[in-house]
Every structure is written in C-alpha cells, then in structure tokens.
C-alpha cells in the first residue's frame, strides 16, 4: 500500500498564498516523480506541477508558471507546492500524487497513486 496524504489547503484572498505539502508512506512506497493536480466540479482533473525523481526536471501548466513551484525532499518522502499571487480560477480540490515512473509527467494516466485531496479556495 501507499499513502499520500496532503496538507496545506485553506480559504485565502486573491493575492496571496498557500503552501500543500504531500507526505509519502507505505512498505510498497517507490521512488518516482511527483505531482499535482486539481479538479473542480465543473472540470475534469487537470495537471498543475510535476517533478522528477532527481527534482532535475519540473513541470508546470502554463497558468501558474511563475506563481506556483513544486518540490521535493526524497529523505522525507515530500513533495511541496508554493502557491504564490493566488487567483480565483485556483479555486479547486488538489492532489497529489505518485508517478508510475521516474520523469515528471504531465499525463493524468502516468499516476497510478493519489491521496484524498485538499481544498483551496480564493476569493477576490
């Protein structure tokens, strides 16, 4: 089994910022690339920042480029999420999850393991 267990989510203003953090458990726990996700009920789930095993590679849509900066800490089994100049359009439930391989991935199906998400909510 894996776990993935995300944290961080809260209700902020337009402008400001939030933090996830995922931590990483279980004795079937792989090393891979990480990343985020996030869906709303009127969406389907969308790629938000991806990165590497190595943290060597980074990923992200081109929506939260230079807001938004993923990263790891392979000792801890965490990957974080900076959130930075917050929008309403983030509004969404985020996720977490662990890649079926190495590389960051962009691809919703190159995830074979999520945790149960976080809210984020903003507001103008």
């Known amino acids: 089994q894996v776990h993935l267990v995300e944290s961080g989510g809260g209700s902020v203003q337009a402008g400001e910022s939030l933090r996830l953090s995922c931590s990483a458990s279980g004795h079937t726990f792989r090393p891979a690339a990480m990343g985020w996700f996030r869906q709303t009920p009127e969406k389907e789930r969308e790629f938000v920042a991806s990165?590497?095993?190595?943290?060597?590679?980074?990923k992200y849509t081109d929506s939260v480029k230079g807001r938004f900066t993923i990263s790891r800490d392979n000792d801890k089994k965490t990957t974080t999420l900076e959130m930075n100049s917050l929008k309403t359009e983030d509004t969404a439930l985020y996720y977490c999850?662990?890649?079926?391989?190495?590389?960051?991935?962009?691809?919703?199906?190159?995830?074979?393991?999520w945790g149960q998400g976080t809210q984020v909510t903003v507001s103008s």
């Open positions: 990165i590497s095993l190595s943290g060597g590679t980074i």
């Open positions: 999850a662990l890649a079926r391989w190495a590389d960051a991935s962009d691809w919703v199906g190159g995830y074979d393991h």
